[in-house]
């Protein structure tokens, strides 16, 4: 599905542990609960286009913008950024793909190292621009090969902006066809390492396994990520096919070098390599090594739950789910979540139905060896019984977990999470064992689309506001008269 040229087009399109935890379904009988006491303010304005913000100890403030610009405030207060750095002509900003992660160092700023995450307007290893002009906003996808048709291809990188202001390059891979499933967040974990997540860069409009379903416009080469053994310009064939949303499964294939789509990698922030530790550290290829979870279709954004090194992840759903998935500890082993040949709790069916190779053999694997969601709500479902939010289309595009500040503390260990298509942001508040309870949700939010949830100054939660060009706060009442720091 789709959401516009405005990001996310269906940003298109969840995190389990190794030990599976039941899949939670919606329950129709829940009441919408809105919690009293809190209001929104904007914060900043006149953006374009913001897809994620950053929090400095010394009171700035970073915003990425799709196209590439990174903008910086003096503090809550400075209504007029300025440009801290250009990645324009790099970044590939059409559709889903853009500039959409952001990290400050953790010592920061101490230690002044930005890290940014973004859609390269070129090939693996090739020039740029392939598609756009340097220097510009938006790029093009010329038809043909047309975005939905043979698809404009082009990959993603994961670089550092040094003190100086120089872009250094850690990884440079996830190899994209069409223009939704792209790359999404980085987050430094709670171990000091650096995350970062990448969708399948399949279709959204077909069963994808890397066949050319537009040959007549004749772009594009036959399995031009070249997957598997199917050299690229050679049309992929069942039941060996590995391309499309099949590249989420990978890492399980040792015939061919692994890939990263679909995945989310750990890695030492100094040099891109694999961070100490990770599960297959003993590989020899480098991106398997680097490689901590898999089975994904476009985990936009995750998030760390405080105290812990469990990782959440919000992946972006296919035809019928949306999901929270949960990894206890990324370092144990590498966690599958089975797209595409799975979907929420279910085999996928579309997927299914191909026989291929890759799905067969882990269907006959057994259920323990895909990490099923740790909540999943249902495209056709409220979240909460009598909300105000849309169904049907769904994208789930925000993930932070609340520790401590201006909120009552009920809300300590509440994962909050926002539906970009629905427009609507939620809590899961805390149950009993201290995990957010599927059982215990509450609406928040209502009424625009947030692509990024983000803590900021005295624990206020920040809402990226793509479509209206603001950052948000969502504060408790007797704070409303002025800007929360």
């Known amino acids: 599905m789709k959401v516009s040229a405005t990001l996310v087009r269906r940003v298109l ?190 279709s959204f409009n077909y069963v994808d396994y890397g066949q050319d ?84 279709r476009n985990p936009m954004r995750f998030a760390f739950r405080p105290g812990t090194n469990e990782l959440w992840i919000g992946d972006v759903g296919y035809s019928t789910w949306e999901e929270i998935d949960r990894v206890v500890n990324p370092t144990a082993a590498v966690t599958n979540f089975g797209w595409p040949c799975y979907e929420g709790p279910n085999r996928q069916p579309g997927y299914d139905s191909l026989n291929a190779g890759i799905c067969e053999s882990l269907y006959a694997a057994g259920s323990s060896a895909v990490a099923m969601p740790y909540y999943a709500y249902n495209h056709a479902d409220h979240v909460v019984l009598n909300e105000t939010c849309t169904v049907g289309s769904s994208s789930i595009a925000g993930m932070s977990f609340y520790h401590g500040g201006n909120y009552p503390a009920e809300y300590d260990g509440a994962l909050f999470f926002s539906d970009y298509s629905r427009r609507c942001v939620w809590a899961m508040m805390p149950g009993s064992n201290g995990l957010p309870d599927p059982a215990k949700i509450q609406v928040i939010a209502s009424g625009y689309g947030s692509t990024r949830l983000q803590s900021g100054p005295g624990g206020d939660l920040f809402t990226v506001d793509y479509d209206n060009g603001r950052i948000c706060a969502t504060c408790t009442t007797p704070r409303t008269t002025r800007r929360p720091r």
């Open 213 to 296: 379903s537009y040959p007549a416009s004749d772009e594009t080469p036959d399995n031009p990520c070249g997957d598997g053994t199917t050299p690229v310009g050679t049309a992929p064939t069942l039941p060996t096919a590995e391309g499309g949303a099949l590249r989420a499964q990978d890492v399980r294939t040792t015939s061919d070098p692994t890939g990263l789509d679909g995945s989310i990698i750990r890695i030492d922030p100094d040099t891109g390599q694999a961070a100490p530790n990770n599960p297959l550290a003993a590989s020899t290829d480098p991106n398997a090594r680097r490689i901590v979870a898999h089975g994904l």
């Open 13 to 202: 399109a969840a995190f389990c542990a190794l030990i599976l935890l039941p899949l939670v379904v919606i329950d129709s009988a829940r009441a919408a609960v809105t919690p009293p006491g809190f209001s929104e303010q904007v914060v900043f304005s006149g953006l374009t286009n913001p897809t994620n913000v950053a929090f400095s100890p010394d009171g700035r403030v970073f915003v990425a913008e799709k196209s590439g610009l990174i903008k910086v405030f003096d503090s809550l207060d400075d209504p007029t950024p300025s440009v801290y750095a250009d990645l324009r002509t790099e970044v590939y900003n059409y559709w889903d793909r853009g500039l959409l992660g952001i990290a400050l160092h953790p010592n920061f700023p101490t230690d002044p190292r930005i890290y940014v995450l973004y859609t390269h307007d070129g090939l693996i290893g090739g020039p740029t621009p392939k598609w756009g002009t340097a220097n510009t906003n938006d790029d093009p996808c010329p038809s043909p090969p047309g975005p939905t048709g043979d698809g404009c291809q082009a990959s993603a990188r994961l670089s550092v902006i040094n003190r100086n202001g120089a872009e250094q390059v850690l990884v440079e891979d996830w190899c994209q066809v069409y223009p939704s499933h792209s790359i999404g967040s980085i987050e430094f974990g709670p171990d000091g390492m650096l995350y970062a997540g990448g969708g399948d860069g399949g």
